[in-house]
């Protein structure tokens, strides 16, 4: 077991006995769902302080090395993990002090008077909540499921923090959706679940790929392929774009899957000319200058790898055509 102190009254005890439960780590790309339930996609850089706007700011030393799925509460640039059954605490709370409560305080609370209480740095998102539940007149008479409603609406609105969540395909569709749903071409989670299942995709596979998604799909495979295996990405402009798999995190690199040659890339172009000679115009490296020499390498190592996808996909023996245009 081990205890990690980050972020001064900040204590988790992480499972080193079960490597499937995920922790973060610097260079991590992870979601930060936000009380307003709107997504924020950063990438975890040690020592870097995360502006959330109205909901404050902290650093990321404070969540590096805890599991994902804690909710976090922000106060003075400092975290404080929230316990799943806070609501249910709260309520707690309020009935042992409700007969404590004077009689002048045993009213609604005037948006001046809100305003002032989330000034005050000393009281948290929950601490407000408590007194706009205590200052309820008819709180008391609320059935239990519109207490929980009331608790939810009031936490949503006064709780200056956030959850970290690991980016599945789920929060990265929604995500993306949310920002502009045309780049996807409204491609969703569970409509990617469908093709992966009917494509039977996994890992091992040889699979050709038509994505005008900017690598989302080509992600979801590679993910569900646990990056063994290869694709074979077909596209329409002179250089890929697989803007998308920066999402999925930094094993999902295009350059990086590229060079392991599990990704591999042609464009349109490159499959109807791919029974064409392509030939490099060989040169002496001794007559050239050092900066020449880098970019006839450069070259050269460009036209090697075209011939060898080239060969790959004439190869066939293909697991399988995947499509979405």
Aim: proline share 2%; aromatic share 10%.
């Amino acid at each position: 077991m081990v205890t990690s102190g980050n972020g001064g009254d900040l204590e988790v005890i992480i499972d080193e006995k079960n490597p499937a439960k995920e922790v973060i780590l610097p260079n991590s790309s992870i979601f930060l769902k936000l009380p307003s339930n709107l997504l924020k996609f950063i990438t975890i850089k040690e020592n870097t302080i995360i502006n959330l706007g109205k909901f404050g700011t902290f650093c990321t030393d404070d969540i590096i090395g805890h599991p994902y799925g804690f909710t976090y509460e922000i106060s003075n640039q400092k975290l404080k993990i929230i316990k799943s059954n806070r609501i249910h605490e709260i309520e707690d709370e309020i009935a042992n002090n409700k007969d404590t409560i004077d009689d002048s305080f045993n009213q609604l609370l005037t948006y001046d008077e809100i305003m002032y209480l989330k000034q005050d740095k000393d009281l948290s998102g929950q601490d407000i909540v408590n007194k706009i539940i205590i200052s309820h007149k008819t709180y008391d008479q609320k059935t239990e499921y519109a207490k929980d409603k009331y608790i939810r609406k009031k936490i949503k609105k006064y709780q200056k923090g956030f959850t970290t969540l690991f980016p599945t395909i789920w929060e990265i569709s929604e995500y993306i959706l949310t920002k502009d749903f045309s780049k996807i071409m409204d491609l969703r989670a569970e409509i990617i679940a469908y093709i992966l299942n009917l494509g039977n995709v996994q890992p091992g596979g040889k699979y050709i790929v038509v994505d005008e998604t900017s690598g989302l799909l080509v992600a979801s495979i590679l993910e569900r392929m646990d990056r063994i295996g290869q694709i074979m990405y077909i596209h329409t402009n002179e250089h890929p774009n697989l803007n998308n798999c920066k999402y999925f995190g930094q094993d999902y690199i295009p350059d990086k899957l590229i060079e392991k040659d599990v990704l591999l890339t042609l464009n349109w172009l490159n499959v109807i000319n791919r029974n064409q000679e392509i030939e490099l115009e060989n040169k002496d490296i001794n007559t050239m200058k050092t900066k020449h020499i880098e970019k006839y390498f450069k070259k050269k190592k460009v036209h090697e790898r075209l011939k060898r996808n080239i060969q790959f996909l004439n190869n066939g023996e293909f697991d399988g055509y995947i499509f979405y245009l």
